[in-house]
């Protein structure tokens, strides 16, 4: 079956870094469009990041342009998320997720409803 392994996360203090990584078993992952989402609490989960199977399309939110970077290893079935300048704000449980079988290697998914598997999330903390 498909797994998506979240790894990574932690606590920071405000300013401070992390790496996330998602390892996928189980799917064609060269062929399959990713994300990473996050949810805090009280609040929807939302797309923070996107990236394409051919990793020359990626999506970022407004509020982590310039702090965060998605990036892919296909030969490692690994997607990573790059997380800088962390503010108290970014705080959620990160979630990766992945869309299967995409035809077109620049298509990323920004729905969170063409996400057909998903991690069970890693919690990401940014003290102030």
């Known amino acids: 079956q498909v797994q998506l392994i979240e790894s990574g996360g932690g606590l920071v203090q405000a300013g401070g870094s992390l790496r996330l990584s998602c390892a996928a078993s189980?799917?064609?992952?060269?062929?399959?469009?990713m994300g990473w989402f996050r949810q805090a609490p009280g609040k929807e989960r939302e797309l923070v990041t996107a990236?394409?199977?051919?990793?020359?399309?990626?999506y970022y939110t407004d509020s982590v342009k310039g702090r965060f970077t998605i990036s892919r290893d296909n030969a490692k079935n690994t997607v990573y998320l790059q997380m800088n300048s962390l503010k108290p704000e970014d705080t959620a449980v990160y979630y990766c997720?992945?869309?299967?079988?995409?035809?077109?290697?620049?298509?990323?998914?920004?729905?969170?409803?063409?996400?057909?598997?998903w991690g069970q999330g890693t919690q990401v903390t940014a003290s102030s």
């Open positions: 997720a992945a869309k299967s079988r995409v035809y077109s290697g620049s298509y990323y998914a920004k729905e969170t409803s063409e996400y057909e598997y």
């Open positions: 990236i394409s199977w051919n990793g020359d399309s990626t």
């Open positions: 189980g799917l064609i992952f060269r062929r399959s469009a």
